[in-house]
């Protein structure tokens, strides 16, 4: 069936160092994933995305990495800072679903100072 | 830039009463999209619209009615509220460029309890 789960619920890091937070996929038809970032009480914040035709793409100290053969995505934070704080959700939008993204369940990454 | 906003952003109602959350968006996106948020459940998609007077339903569909007379509105009704529709509510909105879906960008969510 069509989801995207998360391998780990929650992740906890030390300031500075760097977090990958995983996320995989069933639907080979997917072809647009985005991460997003939600604070508590706030509603989810676009950190970054990718095509299906990229493997690799970077933005300010975050990098997604998409391997299409296992169907997984992850987020890399580079020196991840207490601001970082928050529930990660990775989803994917299947191409001929009209715009419709499928979430994963999040995973809570907490930054320890 | 005002982007998307939502109102209420908490609304505590009966149950059987009607409730109408309003969603507006200020970049003339084609796509709105209604979710819900529960604990344990994530993310679940309620009704979507690809445009003015479009809507189709989403994963959880039952007991909500959507409209869309206008590009940049989407209010979402309770018909008869229900305690297990008590949940965060959450709006957001995407273009479709290019033969390509873009990125939905959300509200900051409309917090509903319901007696």
């Not at chain 1, 970077?58 to 995505?73: A, D, F, P, S």
């Not at chain 1, 679903?97 to 994963?104: E, N, P, V, W």
């Not at chain 2, 009966?14 to 200020?26: A, S």
Request: proline fraction near 4%; include cysteine; charged fraction near 20%.
């Amino acid at each position: 069936g069509e989801s995207v789960g998360l391998h780990l619920p929650t992740l906890s890091v030390q300031e500075g160092d760097n977090s990958i937070i995983n996320c995989a996929y069933s639907n080979s038809a997917s072809d647009y994933f985005i991460w997003y970032k939600q604070e508590s009480g706030k509603g989810p914040q676009f950190i970054i995305d990718i095509r299906s035709n990229m493997d690799k793409r970077q933005g300010q100290r975050v990098t997604v990495l998409l391997n299409k053969t296992v169907k997984h995505l992850s987020l890399q934070i580079a020196a991840t800072q207490p601001g970082d704080s928050a529930v990660y959700f990775c989803a994917e939008n299947i191409g001929n679903q009209g715009g419709k993204l499928i979430f994963g369940q999040g995973t809570e990454l907490s930054v320890k100072p | 830039d005002a982007g998307i906003t939502q109102s209420p952003r908490y609304k505590i109602t009966e149950t059987g009463r009607q409730v109408t959350l309003m969603c507006h968006q200020t970049w003339s996106h084609s796509y709105m999209f209604w979710y819900r948020q529960d604990l344990g459940h994530g993310l679940r998609l309620i009704y979507y619209s690809a445009a003015a007077d479009i809507t189709d339903k989403g994963e959880v569909p039952d007991g909500y009615v959507v409209s869309r007379s206008k590009t940049e509105n989407f209010p979402l009704t309770l018909e008869s509220a229900t305690r297990s529709q008590t949940s965060v509510y959450f709006c957001a909105s995407s273009e479709f460029l290019a033969g390509a879906q873009e990125t939905q960008y959300f509200g900051p969510g409309t917090r509903l309890l319901v007696l």
